[in-house]
């Protein structure tokens, strides 16, 4: 054979015969063998007999009995040689057989052939190795992989291939299993702290309902990126029903993201998305931020849904809120308008969606002084929720908040406390005594008692309003900082000054805190104690809360807003009382 020919004349050469004999004689011999033989006789046919391994044109290797292989020698090769030769490499005479043929066919240069058996003798240890230290708890894998190695042993390389393939399948197909039933019970862990996090909510408890959707959206395999968004969209809410601002953007933000790659930019889903972050923008009083996001929801509601779909009235009631809040009330009543329409036409006239979107337009009304067209809307609102949810329904208390509120802007205090009274008593039976609403609707009556002068019915109102928010949305709370406001409001109306400053300085603090230092809030906590040290005739202390009120105010609402027009007003007022001059706008 050509390459036996080359082989003859590289073993020829005596130094190489010497590097060869890294393993004794054995390998030398086995050339010197080749050397007497190959130039002279035709490569022989390959056999195998009685389950004996063909390993080639110059073995012959068959099994004699159980555990014994007998070499003929071709070429005249002697077996005790060629056993020496395996016994030295540490492998089976079959599978140096086998490799023999490997080296025939891939035609290895002379010079390679140490180099090449001492790596086929470190692999095929390492193999055998392998195959007995690993094993598998899957039955059917360790029969294959113990057949594997004894075709390797056998030298029957290509059926050891098979059988590790087939060994390998059959795990995979189980891995798969296995990885499948482990992502159900990652999404089903999820789901129940999800559960948690709702149970939470339902006793106020905001922040641990919010710590409950982060550790959900953490057990969510990456396969399941929707159902992560729809969590760590919870998660920020929970945040900002906590009054934990700061912290809530960055949930909303990446619930935001996953949609968008997940569903692209157009689904209504990322709609949803938009507005929740637009409101914690409203919330914070960063509306600049918070418009584009609502206008955005509300294209992408009417491209994916149609333009009179109820949803699209959910995103117009948005915006217009943020209008609404910012003193832009051109801007907002069309938008209120449009969105009453289309819940009347696509849900009926009767539906309690309709309701919100008639008291909405309502406040609209109200905060700009047009008490006869707003009562009216109060009244059809509560009507349709009294027949519509039942006479004891929490947001029948909503409506009856909102008409008294009305009457009392008004003047008409007889008309407002039956309607705050029975507001209060439904929610107080609807959500228990304390609950944030019932806060709300104490709130609203001692104020009804503090305009009328009845400052002792007033007081334990209010302060059973602090208590409330205070133990059911914490001392941080920005909600708790109105409380504040309130309840110094009313000292400061009574002379009893000492008593009002700490709790406007605390609400100051509060607001700043939890909203940042130029949210509205801040400049109406500002002004209340602008108001106190000016009651005492601190003008100097006054002074640049005034100013940093009427600074704040300006630039979140603009120069024409109800608020700022109040604030401008009281800081003059302050300056001719401290005989200085009236600031100009």
Do not use: C
Request: proline fraction near 6%; charged fraction near 25%.
């Amino acid at each position: 054979m050509a390459w036996l020919s080359e082989a003859w004349r590289f073993i020829k050469n005596a130094k190489n015969q010497k590097t060869l004999a890294f393993i004794g004689a054995g390998i030398v011999a086995v050339w010197q063998v080749y050397t007497h033989t190959s130039p002279e006789k035709p490569s022989p046919t390959v056999a195998a007999s009685r389950g004996g391994v063909a390993s080639g044109g110059d073995l012959r290797i068959s099994q004699t009995g159980p555990g014994t292989l007998y070499v003929g020698g071709v070429h005249g090769i002697r077996p005790e040689d060629y056993q020496r030769v395996s016994a030295d490499l540490g492998v089976t005479q079959a599978a140096l057989a086998s490799f023999f043929k490997i080296l025939e066919k891939k035609k290895v240069a002379p010079e390679d052939l140490d180099s090449t058996l001492r790596e086929f003798a470190k692999r095929y240890k390492q193999l055998e190795q392998d195959l007995k230290r690993f094993t598998s708890d899957d039955p059917e894998v360790a029969a294959l992989r113990a057949r594997a190695r004894e075709a390797l042993e056998a030298g029957d390389f290509d059926r050891a291939e098979r059988l590790l393939n087939e060994a390998s399948a059959k795990d995979l197909a189980a891995a798969e299993r296995q990885e499948s039933m482990a992502k159900q019970r990652r999404l089903s862990a999820a789901q129940s702290k999800a559960n948690n996090g709702g149970l939470k909510w339902t006793q106020f408890a905001y922040r641990e309902a919010a710590e409950y959707y982060r550790q959900a959206a953490a057990l969510v395999p990456t396969e399941a990126e929707t159902q992560r968004a729809e969590y760590l969209n919870l998660q920020g809410h929970a945040l900002h029903k906590a009054g934990d601002y700061r912290h809530a953007e960055e949930p909303l933000t990446q619930a935001l993201a996953i949609r968008e790659q997940a569903l692209g930019p157009e689904h209504p889903d990322v709609a949803a998305s938009l507005n929740n972050l637009a409101e914690l923008y409203r919330a914070q009083g960063q509306y600049a931020k918070a418009e584009p996001l609502y206008q955005r929801a509300l294209a992408i509601a009417e491209k994916a849904l149609g333009p009179e779909h109820p949803n699209v009235a959910t995103s117009l009631n948005n915006l217009a809120t943020l209008y609404t809040t910012q003193g832009q009330y051109a801007k907002a009543e069309p938008l209120y308008q449009r969105s009453r329409a289309i819940r009347e036409q696509a849900l009926g006239p009767e539906h309690p969606d309709v309701a919100t979107s008639l008291n909405n337009l309502a406040e609209l009304y109200r905060a700009q002084g047009q008490y006869a067209k707003a009562e009216p809307l109060y009244q059809r609102a509560l009507a349709i929720r009294e027949k519509s949810l039942g006479p004891a329904h929490p947001h029948v208390a909503t409506s009856l908040n909102s008409l008294a509120a009305l009457y009392a802007a008004q003047g008409q205090y007889a008309k407002a406390e039956p309607l705050y009274q029975r507001a209060l008593t439904i929610k107080e039976k609807a959500v228990g005594p304390e609950h944030p609403d019932v806060a709300l609707s104490l709130n609203n009556l001692a104020a009804l008692y503090r305009d009328q002068g009845q400052d002792a019915k007033a007081e334990p109102l209010y302060q059973r309003a602090l208590a409330i928010w205070e133990q059911a949305l914490g001392p941080e709370h920005p909600d708790v900082a109105t409380s504040l406001n309130n309840l110094a409001v009313l000292y400061t109306t009574q002379g009893q000054y000492a008593k009002a400053e700490p709790l406007y300085q605390r609400a100051v603090a509060i607001d700043e805190q939890a909203l940042g230092p130029e949210h509205p809030n801040v400049a109406t906590s500002l002004n209340n104690l602008a108001l106190l040290y000016r009651a005492q005739d601190q003008y100097a202390k006054a002074e640049p809360l005034f100013q940093r009120a009427l600074g704040i105010a300006e630039k979140a609402l603009g120069p024409e807003h109800p608020t700022v027009v109040t604030l401008r007003k009281n800081y003059a007022a302050s300056l001719r009382a401290g005989g200085r001059a009236r600031p100009t706008r």
